[in-house]
């Protein structure tokens, strides 16, 4: 016997950063972030629960997933055969439209589509709460992904992460700016995510600032998006950025996830602010600089942006859905 599901999610971007964990078990954050859902660049992932299978296989973008990879995708499942007290076997096939580990936030797709469409295949129907527990088992951004438009997901105190749930500022229509993603390297990230956290968290002499002076961030964040305000918001998303890498560059051994076309663009971006444009950065474990925009100028910022060196291609993004169950 075999139930099959299949689902979508949509990468995000977080405007008010995560970085380092409360609680290394259960991947609970140890600072809150919000986001934007994006709405093109997507996972979708078919689930099988069947009898015959004796182990879980597990299949991303064509190829067998193996080690690490594997285990956290079958932890996913091991709660969802749990909760639905089975024992089956799963069969998983996942296909995401732009390149795995590059910094583009493919675990946070990959994991909220991971949840919804093993929950439904188990015949489960979970509220926002409990898709965003299977999805944080694999990567603390996934919860975020569940839900469309901007979001936000609180840090939390409790012990077992009931309260790092997330919830909707804004519905994906209700403000129409844009995210451009200036793609500038197609390598996988030199240092994981997580690792990179516990080194932060470990080593760096800035880590106690940055999670001292996040909840004045995520309050601004919240305050100016509400308030469709998009240079008050873009000064706490860069603001956010910069302490997020500052505290990490002072890690040891230092983790830099920039090249030189990332500051190029930076500083591109600077430039079009004093020409009188806004448009504001944000840069994740990886090469790739996001810009923040209104729609209206995103035409004009986004041709600048694709002339600087190094700058593959420029994807447009705007506030998109949140997870899809497919069939
Ligand atoms: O969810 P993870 O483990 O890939 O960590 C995400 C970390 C950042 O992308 C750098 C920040 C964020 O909040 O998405």
Redesign the pocket.
Known sequence: MMHVSKARARTN??LV???GKRDGALNLPAVG?I?MTLSSLHTTTEVGFDTRLSEDTVVINGRPAQGRERERVCAVLDVVRQTAGAGHRAAVRTENNFPTASGL?S??SGFAALAAAAARAAGLELPVSELSRLARLG????PRSILGGFVELPAGVLADGSDCVPREILPPDAWDVRLLVAVNGRAEKAVG??EGMERTKGTSPYYRQWVETHAADMQAAADAIRARGIARLGAVVESSCFK?HASMMAATPPILYWNGATVEVIRTVRDLRNAGLDAYVTI??GPHVKVLCPAAQSSEIADRIAKVDGVERVIVERPGPGVEILT
């Open positions: 971007i977080a950063k995560y970085w972030s986001s936030a675990s946070a990567s603390g951004s996934a995510s997580t997020m994740d474990a």
